[in-house]
Each structure stands twice: as C-alpha cells, then as structure tokens.
C-alpha cells in the first residue's frame, strides 16, 4: 500500500523555499545598495567642495 501524500508538509516545504528565496533576494539588494552608497557619498561631498 503507498503512503498517502503529506500536503502540510509539502506546503511547508515551499514556504520554506519562497521565504529562503525572497531573503536571497533582499540580502542581494541590500549589498548592491551598499556597494553604490560609497559612490553617492563621494559625489556629494566633491560638489560641496567646489
């Protein structure tokens, strides 16, 4: 006899993915945030100096 299927698991499971993607993303987002910043720093801080 098969095993009926385990949904709530299987729902969990995909939550787990989507949730683990979507912080993928935002993590992602956040560094590349960090890696222009410096750049807007030291543009501002050129035009101030003029």
């Known amino acids: ?3 009926p299927p385990n949904y709530d698991q ?5 939550d787990r993915q989507k949730a683990a ?3 993928e993303k ?5 560094a ?4 222009s910043k410096p750049e807007d ?4 801080e050129t ?4």
């Open 1 to 3: 006899m098969a095993r």
């Open 10 to 14: 299987e729902r969990k499971e995909r």
């Open 21 to 23: 993607k979507k912080a």
């Open 26 to 30: 935002l993590a992602a987002k956040v």
């Open 32 to 35: 590349a945030r960090e890696r």
């Open 41 to 44: 720093e030291t543009e501002t």
């Open 47 to 50: 035009e101030t100096a003029k």
